[in-house]
């Protein structure tokens, strides 16, 4: 069973940067988009951003102009860079692969921003 796996989540001061990762266990055949979901604590799971498989992006409008989404198709991978980075960016980051017949989610990996 395909599993994702982030990596790359950490604790940083606000204004810093983190990148972070996310890879298939093994080959997704016709990837339709790739994203990244947060999850504060005590709120619902918020989508991110997204790429498609042409490269299209889209962010929620709480990290346009900070966050980055892009993809290595080759890799099966997303990543997420994350630059000027606030305490409202804290929470578990899921990244999230969809095709045609199936989806997957990651288990999250933990963002901690300090002031």
């Known amino acids: 069973q395909v599993q994702l796996v982030e990596s790359g989540g950490g604790l940083v001061q606000a204004g810093g940067s983190l990148r972070l990762s996310c890879a298939a266990s093994?080959?997704?055949?016709?990837?339709?988009?790739m994203g990244w979901y947060r999850q504060a604590p005590g709120k619902q799971r918020d989508w991110v951003a997204s790429?498609?498989?042409?490269?299209?992006?889209n962010y929620a409008d709480a990290v346009k102009g900070r966050f980055t989404i892009s993809r290595d198709n080759a890799k099966n991978t997303v990543y997420l860079q994350m630059n000027s980075l606030t305490v409202e960016d804290t929470g578990v980051y899921y990244c999230?692969?969809?095709?045609?017949?199936?989806?997957?989610w990651g288990r999250g990996t933990q963002v901690t921003v300090s002031s």
């Open positions: 093994e080959t997704i055949f016709s990837i339709i988009g």
């Open positions: 790429i498609t498989s042409g490269g299209s992006t």
């Open positions: 999230k692969m969809t095709a045609p017949t199936a989806t997957y």
